[in-house]
């Protein structure tokens, strides 16, 4: 049920984008919904699947204009290669928070997980005010990141003393308080650069429910935004996977010359300061 909601809001979104559309929208949502999630083996079959299912409708290729041009600028300031697959992803990182509050970027290392999510909030901070693609304006973004399995459970949510019976709040908390009771209106994106398993991920199903919550201990309810960055699925439960947004990235996208190229680039300046 939860995937079919995040199909529906899709659909929404691409409505109000485009009151004219009538036979694509159901397409471009299922799309939107389920391409971020599939490797590239699986997106043969899926796409032999969505042929059966739409025979006679033939989609256009989607221009995102202003948004993946800044991405591409924010590649070049970040001294990256704007591969087109990796520019790809980003979009679809971007397209997937707006459908979910929970999301995870999957994928081993060299994927490119970190550099795309900052990739993303440059470019949509560069972008703020400006319409964007999915309907409203595009927000700045400012991201927190942690790793949960580097601390206990009561330095990452907050705990009661024992002896005082008081609260202490934990690094999450303290972070959520700071950005809910900051004045602008940018985005925070609570990062979680760890495993996700089951000893401390699953006091965040409230969060990832629709009610967009998190139930401390103290009995104080918080709103938040969040994302986990993982290498894979493994330990994770069935409840929270289908609670959260996927975006699978492989290695096979960006490839070794992307690494070689940005290294090379660098060399000069490193020879100099050397010799300096």
């Known amino acids: 049920m939860r995937a079919v909601k995040t199909v529906i809001s899709a659909a929404g979104n691409l409505k109000r984008e485009n009151p004219t559309m009538d036979e694509l929208i159901c397409l471009r949502a299922i799309r939107d919904a389920n391409v971020p999630k599939f490797l590239q083996d699986d997106l043969k079959l899926f796409n032999g699947i969505v042929s059966d ?20 600028k924010s590649c070049i300031k970040q001294n990256l290669k704007d591969v087109d697959g990796f520019v790809t992803k980003c979009i679809q990182l971007y397209e997937t928070t707006v459908v979910r509050h929970g999301l995870m970027l999957v994928g081993p290392t060299g994927s490119g997980k970190t550099k795309s999510y900052k990739v993303l909030a440059e470019a949509m901070t560069s972008l703020k005010g400006q319409p964007a693609a999915s309907g409203g304006n595009y927000e700045a973004v400012k991201y927190f990141i942690l790793n949960p399995k580097s ?6 949510y907050g705990e009661f003393d024992l002896l005082t019976h008081e609260w202490t709040d934990g690094i999450l908390s303290s972070l959520i308080r700071r950005g809910a009771a900051a004045t602008d209106t940018n985005k925070k994106w609570y990062m979680f650069d760890g495993p996700v398993d089951a000893v401390w991920i699953e006091n965040m199903n409230t969060v990832l429910d629709d009610n967009k919550k998190l139930c401390l201990s103290s009995g104080e309810i918080i709103n938040m935004t969040m994302m986990f960055e993982v290498q ?10 289908s609670r959260c947004g996927m975006v699978y990235l492989e290695p096979s996208i960006l490839g070794l010359d992307p690494f070689t190229e940005c290294w090379l680039k660098k060399i000069p300046g490193n020879i100099t300061l050397q010799h300096k």
């Open 53 to 72: 299912l739409f025979p006679q409708i033939k989609e256009e290729p989607v221009d995102y204009g202003i948004l993946e041009e800044a991405i591409r």
């Open 151 to 156: 601390i206990t459970m009561g330095q990452l």
């Open 232 to 241: 894979d699925l493994a330990v994770a439960s069935p409840a929270t996977v």
